[in-house]
């Protein structure tokens, strides 16, 4: 009745308002086929076959957004072996026997990478680091990609792209004595 609103005030809750509802769609998997219907995509997250990997990371906040992105983006990643510890490696992946591995080079007592030649590791390998000039020293190894810290959402969708062309091309070859486990 007596209450007097400001035009300017009303139209920015608007905006804001669809801007939440506009993104807590894209976010839920909603895809829209008419202007009333809207179905759950389901396409890109069943289907998947589960894939098992070991995070190794010396940096607890890079290694918790790396948990918690690819759950987000693909829940049916499932993680089986974590540690800071390049001493860990050998144990972790020879008892937890993980798809693949998401690494970064240098970590709290050593290098990944000499752990990975140690135990001649086939497995595919990303490589997070924020030392570009370390690179060179992964020769040998099955290195899928390489990205550099910080790592973004970005970084995390395209290690998922890449884990999944690997092994789009693992499952698709007719040579049976191809591998890349242990």
């Known amino acids: 009745r007596g209450l007097v609103t400001d035009p300017e005030y009303t139209f920015t809750i608007r905006i804001f308002t669809f801007t939440r509802i506009y993104f807590a769609i894209l976010n839920s998997g909603l895809t829209f086929r008419t202007k009333k219907k809207a179905v759950m995509n389901t396409k890109s997250r069943t289907n998947l076959p589960p894939r ?16 918690q992105t690819i759950v ?9 072996a974590e540690s800071a510890y390049a001493a860990d490696i050998v144990t ?9 591995i998401i690494t970064s080079i240098y970590l709290c ?4 990478l000499e752990e990975l030649k140690r135990m001649e ?5 990303i490589i997070c680091t924020a030392y570009e000039e370390a690179l060179p020293a992964a020769r040998g190894l099955n ?11 970005e970084d995390v969708i ?12 693992v499952n698709t070859t007719r040579n049976p004595e191809f591998s890349v486990a242990l």
Not at 93 to 100: A, E, G, H, K, L
């Open 52 to 67: 098992r990997y070991a995070l190794f990371e010396e940096e607890t906040v890079t290694r918790e957004f790396f948990k």
């Open 72 to 80: 987000r983006r693909r829940p049916s990643f499932r993680l089986v």
């Open 92 to 100: 972790m992946i020879t008892s937890s026997r993980p798809d693949f």
């Open 109 to 112: 007592d050593g290098t990944s």
């Open 121 to 125: 590791s086939r497995l595919p390998i």
């Open 143 to 153: 290195v899928v990609l390489s990205t550099l810290k910080p790592v973004t959402e």
């Open 158 to 169: 395209q290690i998922i792209k890449a884990i999944d062309d690997n092994f789009q091309i």
